[in-house]
């Protein structure tokens, strides 16, 4: 992916990058900022067309945004005239899905991410946690093949976040979906990817690929636990040595 700049130097934001997702996998990307996460993900999703190579889902190339690919932002992506209902059954009424067969849908999937009685809260009630579960809700609420989360536990607190890595490894067990989780923090990586890409930029690429536990023992002990395990640690220090080398290049190349 190059993208051409105003002043019509080029930045080669992606290069040489090939990634096999298999069905129901959870995978993880971590890297320093500017190394191509989120143009990645954005590629994956449809929102930017690739200046080479493409997306193959299903057999089918990706052309554009699609109901079989979801994404959880950051923050902010809620419809703040909205009720916590409306938001989560936005997508099947735009697919012209009945009122009586939404409400069920969205009754199960509050009870999932544990909303259960906010239905009629309106978002700006919300804690920002209770925000990216109604998020979460409102991505599954499509039923999409793929769901795409970019930072989506960036802007919380080291609690809330805890409680929502539990989420989503809850959500990736129960519902088998196939997941793509961007995030900056190694321990998150390490916790919510069965593999791990880190990413290197100039121009973006997978610099190292890592299979991984973690995920599937945090589905039933607690992620404390696996924080304390020997080889949790291990690989958090590998990695976040490695992240740290990659930013003091970056900054060297800079000054
Ligand atoms: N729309 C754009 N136009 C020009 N350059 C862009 C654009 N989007 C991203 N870039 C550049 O591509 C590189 C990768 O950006 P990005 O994917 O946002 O990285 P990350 O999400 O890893 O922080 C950066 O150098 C960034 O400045
Ligand atoms: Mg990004």
């Known amino acids: 992916m190059t ?18 997702l298999r069905k129901g996998e959870l995978l993880s990307i971590l890297g320093p900022s500017g190394c191509g996460k989120s143009t990645l993900l954005n590629i994956v999703a449809g929102f930017l067309t690739p200046t080479d190579g493409q997306v193959m889902l299903n057999g089918h190339q990706v052309t554009g945004p699609g109901a079989e690919r979801g994404m959880v932002f950051q923050q902010g992506a809620l419809f703040e005239w909205m009720n916590v209902r409306k938001n989560i059954g936005f997508g099947p009424a735009m697919q012209g899905m009945a009122e009586t067969q939404i409400r069920p849908r969205v009754d199960a999937l509050l009870e999932t991410v544990g909303l259960n009685g906010f239905a009629n809260k309106a978002v700006y009630e919300l804690s920002g946690g209770m925000q990216q579960r109604v998020a979460l809700a409102r991505c599954l609420a499509n039923d999409p093949d793929v769901i795409l989360m970019d930072e989506p536990l960036g802007a919380l607190d080291a609690l809330t976040r805890e409680k929502m890595q539990s989420l989503i490894l809850k959500l990736w067990k129960e519902t088998g979906k196939t997941i793509i989780l961007i995030t900056h923090s190694v321990e998150e990586a390490l916790l919510l990817g069965e593999r791990l890409l880190v990413m290197a930029p100039r121009p973006g690429h997978i610099h190292r690929e890592y299979q991984l536990p973690f995920a599937d023992m945090a589905v039933d002990t607690d992620l404390r636990n696996i924080k304390k395990h020997p080889d949790f640690n291990q690989r958090r220090e590998e990695i976040l040595s490695m992240i740290w080398e990659m930013e003091e290049d970056i900054m060297g190349m800079k000054a």
């Open 3 to 20: 993208f051409k700049l105003p002043d019509g130097n080029d930045v080669d934001a992606l290069k040489n990058v090939s990634i096999d």
